[in-house]
């Protein structure tokens, strides 16, 4: 496995650094606020109910994850040193040089400021010149505008169909987006 330095990348006032077991209250608090949840948990089919917040348990055992699996890096977006959302790569494929991401700015008052944005380069960073990775690929709800806009902004295109999702009494498709090294853009 690759490594890469955790501490460090940044972009205009965003920095990334480690997530940790003790960033546990801001994750619990945006893990409980359905404007964070309805746009990051999948759930695959109406057997597993509807989206639900999470409780104080279920935050902690999503923390876990995102610190504890050997396959994730998943980074604190820090805005002038405060925690405003975590951002990482998942699912390493180091044969083929893909990785997958995930973004949420669970801070609801700092959205649409450039955060995002700012955060995504620095990982698309890390991925494409730390990590030497050729694509990084990524799900998201046909319903989340927002994040495609992002994601088209910054090269990502359509990479067919990610699964689907079951919410509000019916299944939504879940898109699959792609950014190459190649096709990478630092503009916004
Ligand atoms: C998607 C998300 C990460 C965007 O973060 P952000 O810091 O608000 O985004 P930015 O300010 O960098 O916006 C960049 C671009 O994205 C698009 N965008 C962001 N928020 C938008 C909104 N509410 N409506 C429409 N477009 C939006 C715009 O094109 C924007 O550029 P502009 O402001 O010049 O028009 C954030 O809204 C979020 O965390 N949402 C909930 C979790 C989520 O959806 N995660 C992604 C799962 S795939």
Known sequence: MT???????SSSNVRLRRLRL???????????????????????GPEYGPVEPYDDAAADRYLDLLVRDPD????????????????????????????????????LSVRRQGVGSAAMRALLEIAFQGLRLTRVRLGVFEFNVAAIQLYRKL???????????????????????AVEAAG?????
């Not at 295109?157 to 898109?175: E, I, K, P, Q």
């Open 3 to 9: 490594s890469v330095a955790w501490e460090g990348s």
């Open 72 to 107: 994730r890096r998943t980074f604190a977006i820090e805005v002038a040193g405060v925690h405003v959302g975590n951002i990482g790569l998942k699912n390493h494929d180091w044969e083929n040089g893909a990785a997958e991401c995930f973004v949420e700015i669970g801070e």
């Open 22 to 44: 003790s960033d546990r209250p801001r994750i619990r608090r945006w893990m409980s606020d359905p404007a964070v949840i309805r746009f990051t948990v999948l759930v695959p």
């Open 184 to 188: 990478w853009t630092t503009q916004t």
């Open 155 to 177: 090269g990502f295109v359509d990479d067919g169909v990610y699964g689907s999702h079951w919410a509000d009494g019916r299944f939504w498709v879940v898109n699959a987006m």
